[in-house]
Protein backbone atom coordinates (compact mmCIF):
# COMPACT_ATOMS: atom_id res chain seq x y z
CA UNK A 1 0.00 0.00 0.00
CA UNK A 2 1.84 3.58 -0.73
CA UNK A 3 3.01 5.19 1.92
CA UNK A 4 0.04 8.32 1.15
CA UNK A 5 -3.01 6.01 2.16
CA UNK A 6 -4.91 4.68 4.97
CA UNK A 7 -6.10 1.37 4.44
CA UNK A 8 -9.40 2.61 4.04
CA UNK A 9 -8.50 5.03 1.18
CA UNK A 10 -6.08 2.67 -0.55
CA UNK A 11 -9.63 0.14 -0.37
CA UNK A 12 -11.87 2.85 -1.62
CA UNK A 13 -8.81 2.86 -4.22
CA UNK A 14 -9.05 -0.33 -5.25
CA UNK A 15 -12.56 -0.61 -5.86
CA UNK A 16 -12.20 2.18 -7.92
CA UNK A 17 -10.08 0.39 -10.20
CA UNK A 18 -12.31 -2.42 -10.73
CA UNK A 19 -15.56 0.57 -11.45
CA UNK A 20 -12.44 2.02 -14.24
CA UNK A 21 -12.38 -1.17 -15.81
CA UNK A 22 -15.93 -1.95 -16.47
CA UNK A 23 -16.31 1.20 -17.50
CA UNK A 24 -13.13 1.26 -19.31
CA UNK A 25 -14.47 -2.36 -21.23
CA UNK A 26 -17.98 -1.22 -21.39
CA UNK A 27 -20.46 -2.87 -18.66
CA UNK A 28 -22.64 -4.66 -21.57
CA UNK A 29 -19.18 -6.70 -21.80
CA UNK A 30 -18.72 -7.66 -18.77
CA UNK A 31 -20.70 -10.18 -17.53
CA UNK A 32 -19.20 -10.56 -13.93
CA UNK A 33 -16.29 -10.19 -11.16
CA UNK A 34 -14.72 -12.75 -9.83
CA UNK A 35 -13.07 -13.12 -6.58
CA UNK A 36 -11.81 -14.39 -3.48
CA UNK A 37 -13.06 -13.03 -0.05
CA UNK A 38 -9.81 -12.77 1.21
CA UNK A 39 -6.83 -13.79 -1.39
CA UNK A 40 -5.27 -17.04 0.02
CA UNK A 41 -3.00 -18.12 -2.13
CA UNK A 42 -1.74 -14.85 -3.22
CA UNK A 43 0.03 -14.18 0.29
CA UNK A 44 -3.36 -14.79 3.15
CA UNK A 45 -4.28 -10.69 2.06
CA UNK A 46 -7.12 -9.57 3.76
CA UNK A 47 -9.70 -6.98 2.56
CA UNK A 48 -10.54 -3.87 4.32
CA UNK A 49 -13.82 -4.57 5.79
CA UNK A 50 -15.77 -1.95 3.66
CA UNK A 51 -14.18 -3.36 0.28
CA UNK A 52 -16.52 -6.23 -0.70
CA UNK A 53 -19.50 -3.90 -0.18
CA UNK A 54 -17.77 -1.39 -2.24
CA UNK A 55 -16.91 -3.78 -4.64
CA UNK A 56 -20.95 -5.24 -4.87
CA UNK A 57 -22.20 -1.68 -5.01
CA UNK A 58 -20.29 -0.97 -8.07
CA UNK A 59 -20.95 -4.79 -9.26
CA UNK A 60 -24.58 -3.52 -8.74
CA UNK A 61 -24.34 -0.46 -10.23
CA UNK A 62 -23.26 -1.17 -13.82
CA UNK A 63 -25.34 -4.53 -13.65
CA UNK A 64 -22.61 -6.73 -13.62
CA UNK A 65 -22.42 -10.81 -11.75
CA UNK A 66 -20.71 -10.80 -8.24
CA UNK A 67 -18.86 -14.06 -8.34
CA UNK A 68 -17.11 -14.94 -5.24
CA UNK A 69 -14.88 -18.11 -5.27
CA UNK A 70 -14.56 -19.88 -1.86
CA UNK A 71 -12.50 -22.88 -2.86
CA UNK A 72 -10.09 -22.17 -0.15
CA UNK A 73 -12.15 -19.87 2.51
CA UNK A 74 -15.39 -21.74 2.70
CA UNK A 75 -16.69 -24.50 5.20
CA UNK A 76 -15.57 -22.42 8.31
CA UNK A 77 -12.33 -22.02 6.99
CA UNK A 78 -12.25 -18.20 8.55
CA UNK A 79 -14.74 -19.14 11.19
CA UNK A 80 -17.70 -18.37 9.56
CA UNK A 81 -19.78 -21.08 7.08
CA UNK A 82 -18.73 -18.80 3.93
CA UNK A 83 -15.90 -15.67 4.40
CA UNK A 84 -18.21 -13.29 2.68
CA UNK A 85 -20.96 -13.54 5.38
CA UNK A 86 -17.57 -11.74 7.41
CA UNK A 87 -18.67 -8.65 4.49
CA UNK A 88 -22.25 -8.23 4.85
CA UNK A 89 -22.77 -8.66 0.99
CA UNK A 90 -25.08 -11.44 -1.30
CA UNK A 91 -23.09 -12.49 -4.35
CA UNK A 92 -24.85 -13.73 -7.29
CA UNK A 93 -22.69 -16.67 -7.71
CA UNK A 94 -20.23 -18.58 -5.05
CA UNK A 95 -18.04 -21.49 -6.09
CA UNK A 96 -16.60 -24.07 -3.65
CA UNK A 97 -14.68 -26.96 -3.43
CA UNK A 98 -12.10 -28.13 -1.08
CA UNK A 99 -13.42 -27.44 2.42
CA UNK A 100 -16.70 -29.53 1.12
CA UNK A 101 -15.29 -32.39 1.95
CA UNK A 102 -12.91 -31.46 4.21
CA UNK A 103 -10.39 -32.67 1.24
CA UNK A 104 -11.47 -36.44 1.76
CA UNK A 105 -12.76 -37.00 -1.79
CA UNK A 106 -12.61 -34.13 -4.93
CA UNK A 107 -15.71 -32.39 -5.00
CA UNK A 108 -16.90 -28.86 -6.10
CA UNK A 109 -20.22 -27.28 -6.28
CA UNK A 110 -21.31 -23.48 -7.43
CA UNK A 111 -24.48 -22.17 -5.84
CA UNK A 112 -26.45 -19.06 -7.41
CA UNK A 113 -29.52 -16.82 -6.53
CA UNK A 114 -32.59 -18.07 -7.75
CA UNK A 115 -32.98 -15.78 -10.62
CA UNK A 116 -30.02 -17.08 -12.19
CA UNK A 117 -31.00 -20.59 -11.38
CA UNK A 118 -34.73 -20.20 -12.92
CA UNK A 119 -32.79 -18.77 -16.34
CA UNK A 120 -31.81 -22.27 -16.91
CA UNK A 121 -35.65 -23.67 -16.76
CA UNK A 122 -36.52 -21.70 -19.41
CA UNK A 123 -38.34 -23.59 -22.71
CA UNK A 124 -35.39 -23.39 -25.94
CA UNK A 125 -31.98 -22.35 -25.54
CA UNK A 126 -31.97 -22.20 -22.09
CA UNK A 127 -33.91 -25.21 -21.08
CA UNK A 128 -30.70 -26.37 -19.23
CA UNK A 129 -27.33 -25.17 -18.63
CA UNK A 130 -25.21 -26.05 -21.74
CA UNK A 131 -22.36 -27.71 -19.91
CA UNK A 132 -19.99 -30.99 -19.26
CA UNK A 133 -18.01 -32.53 -17.11
CA UNK A 134 -16.13 -35.71 -16.21
CA UNK A 135 -16.93 -36.47 -12.78
CA UNK A 136 -19.89 -34.39 -12.29
CA UNK A 137 -21.92 -35.66 -9.59
CA UNK A 138 -19.81 -38.23 -8.62
CA UNK A 139 -22.18 -40.18 -5.56
CA UNK A 140 -18.93 -40.99 -3.35
CA UNK A 141 -17.72 -37.56 -4.03
CA UNK A 142 -21.38 -36.77 -2.46
CA UNK A 143 -21.63 -38.98 0.32
CA UNK A 144 -18.26 -38.03 1.57
CA UNK A 145 -19.70 -34.88 1.39
CA UNK A 146 -22.69 -35.06 3.29
CA UNK A 147 -20.96 -36.72 5.89
CA UNK A 148 -18.77 -34.08 5.94
CA UNK A 149 -21.03 -31.54 6.51
CA UNK A 150 -22.66 -33.86 9.16
CA UNK A 151 -20.12 -33.42 11.41
CA UNK A 152 -18.82 -29.92 10.48
CA UNK A 153 -22.25 -29.34 12.45
CA UNK A 154 -22.52 -32.10 15.07
CA UNK A 155 -19.13 -30.85 16.04
CA UNK A 156 -19.32 -27.40 15.80
CA UNK A 157 -16.63 -26.73 13.62
CA UNK A 158 -17.19 -23.45 12.10
CA UNK A 159 -17.37 -21.77 15.89
CA UNK A 160 -13.74 -23.70 16.71
CA UNK A 161 -12.11 -22.29 13.57
CA UNK A 162 -12.83 -19.16 15.69
CA UNK A 163 -12.08 -19.91 18.73
CA UNK A 164 -8.45 -22.20 17.91
CA UNK A 165 -8.01 -19.62 15.50
CA UNK A 166 -8.03 -16.65 17.81
CA UNK A 167 -5.84 -18.89 20.35
CA UNK A 168 -3.45 -19.75 17.80
CA UNK A 169 -2.78 -15.82 16.93
CA UNK A 170 -2.46 -15.10 20.45
CA UNK A 171 0.05 -17.67 21.02
CA UNK A 172 1.81 -16.43 17.23
CA UNK A 173 1.70 -12.70 18.85
CA UNK A 174 5.16 -12.62 20.13
CA UNK A 175 6.92 -13.25 17.28
CA UNK A 176 5.76 -9.97 15.96
CA UNK A 177 9.15 -9.00 18.00
CA UNK A 178 11.16 -11.09 15.98
CA UNK A 179 13.22 -8.34 12.58
CA UNK A 180 11.49 -10.72 10.14
CA UNK A 181 8.11 -10.91 10.81
CA UNK A 182 6.36 -7.85 9.44
CA UNK A 183 2.42 -8.98 9.98
CA UNK A 184 0.40 -11.60 10.99
CA UNK A 185 -3.19 -11.99 9.43
CA UNK A 186 -5.84 -14.36 10.98
CA UNK A 187 -9.44 -15.11 10.43
CA UNK A 188 -10.59 -17.68 11.90
CA UNK A 189 -8.10 -20.91 11.09
CA UNK A 190 -6.79 -19.17 8.64
CA UNK A 191 -3.30 -17.49 8.86
CA UNK A 192 -0.57 -15.90 7.59
CA UNK A 193 2.96 -14.61 8.78
CA UNK A 194 4.51 -12.26 6.28
CA UNK A 195 8.20 -12.19 6.53
CA UNK A 196 10.10 -8.89 5.56
CA UNK A 197 13.72 -7.53 5.06
CA UNK A 198 12.32 -4.53 6.59
CA UNK A 199 9.31 -3.78 8.73
CA UNK A 200 8.13 -0.27 8.00
CA UNK A 201 8.95 -0.50 3.61
CA UNK A 202 7.91 -3.87 3.86
CA UNK A 203 10.37 -5.21 1.60
CA UNK A 204 9.72 -9.07 1.51
CA UNK A 205 12.31 -11.47 3.13
CA UNK A 206 14.63 -13.27 0.58
CA UNK A 207 13.48 -16.69 -0.95
CA UNK A 208 15.91 -18.70 0.70
CA UNK A 209 15.41 -17.26 3.99
CA UNK A 210 11.18 -18.73 4.00
CA UNK A 211 12.83 -22.17 2.69
CA UNK A 212 15.04 -22.44 5.39
CA UNK A 213 12.39 -21.40 8.12
CA UNK A 214 9.76 -24.20 6.61
CA UNK A 215 12.98 -26.87 6.30
CA UNK A 216 13.52 -26.45 10.03
CA UNK A 217 9.24 -26.50 11.07
CA UNK A 218 9.52 -29.71 8.68
CA UNK A 219 12.34 -31.46 10.98
CA UNK A 220 10.65 -30.79 14.02
CA UNK A 221 7.13 -32.26 12.45
CA UNK A 222 5.16 -29.22 11.40
CA UNK A 223 4.59 -28.92 7.70
CA UNK A 224 4.06 -25.10 6.83
CA UNK A 225 2.64 -23.95 3.48
CA UNK A 226 3.70 -20.67 1.91
CA UNK A 227 1.89 -18.55 -0.49
CA UNK A 228 2.69 -19.12 -4.70
CA UNK A 229 4.21 -16.50 -6.99
CA UNK A 230 1.20 -15.29 -8.34
CA UNK A 231 2.86 -11.41 -7.77
CA UNK A 232 6.64 -11.88 -8.65
CA UNK A 233 8.83 -11.36 -5.53
CA UNK A 234 6.41 -11.81 -2.99
CA UNK A 235 6.18 -15.36 -2.06
CA UNK A 236 6.90 -14.08 1.65
CA UNK A 237 4.06 -15.29 3.42
CA UNK A 238 4.32 -18.49 5.53
CA UNK A 239 0.74 -20.20 5.36
CA UNK A 240 -1.05 -22.01 8.01
CA UNK A 241 -4.63 -23.82 7.28
CA UNK A 242 -4.74 -26.81 9.55
CA UNK A 243 -7.28 -28.99 10.59
CA UNK A 244 -10.86 -27.10 11.79
CA UNK A 245 -10.69 -30.60 14.63
CA UNK A 246 -7.74 -28.90 15.44
CA UNK A 247 -7.52 -29.89 19.60
CA UNK A 248 -5.89 -26.82 22.04
CA UNK A 249 -2.65 -29.62 22.15
CA UNK A 250 -2.20 -28.95 18.56
CA UNK A 251 -2.86 -25.05 18.36
CA UNK A 252 0.35 -24.82 21.11
CA UNK A 253 2.12 -27.37 19.35
CA UNK A 254 2.07 -25.40 16.15
CA UNK A 255 2.90 -22.39 18.27
CA UNK A 256 5.78 -23.65 20.40
CA UNK A 257 7.03 -25.07 16.78
CA UNK A 258 6.88 -21.87 14.62
CA UNK A 259 8.59 -19.34 18.12
CA UNK A 260 11.18 -22.14 18.74
CA UNK A 261 12.42 -22.06 14.86
CA UNK A 262 11.96 -18.37 15.30
CA UNK A 263 14.09 -18.80 18.31
CA UNK A 264 11.30 -16.30 19.96
CA UNK A 265 10.17 -17.42 23.86
C1 LIG B 1 -9.15 -20.11 -4.40
C2 LIG B 1 -9.13 -21.09 -5.53
N1 LIG B 1 -10.01 -20.94 -6.53
C3 LIG B 1 -10.03 -21.79 -7.57
C4 LIG B 1 -9.12 -22.85 -7.63
C5 LIG B 1 -9.19 -23.76 -8.82
O1 LIG B 1 -10.01 -24.80 -8.57
P1 LIG B 1 -10.10 -25.98 -9.65
O2 LIG B 1 -8.74 -26.58 -9.71
O3 LIG B 1 -11.14 -26.88 -9.08
O4 LIG B 1 -10.49 -25.35 -10.93
C6 LIG B 1 -8.20 -23.04 -6.64
C7 LIG B 1 -7.26 -24.16 -6.70
O5 LIG B 1 -6.52 -24.48 -5.81
C8 LIG B 1 -8.20 -22.14 -5.54
O6 LIG B 1 -7.33 -22.29 -4.55
Redo the contacts with the bound molecule.
Keep these: MPAEHTEESWSKHCANEIEQTIRWERPETVAAVIM ?1 PII ?2 GGVLMPHPSYLKEVEVICKKYGVLLII ?1 E ?3 GFGRTGKPFTFQHYDISPDIV ?1 M ?2 GITSAYLPL ?1 ATAMKPYLFEVFKETGENDHFRHVNTFGGHPAACEVAIKNLEIMEKESLVEQSNVQGTKLRTQLEPLLRHPLVGDIRQKGLLLGIELVEDKKTKVPAAPEVIADLMKRCKQKGLIVGKNSDTVSGYQNVIALSPPLSITDEDVTFISTTIKQVFSIE
Design positions: ETGDVICTAKS
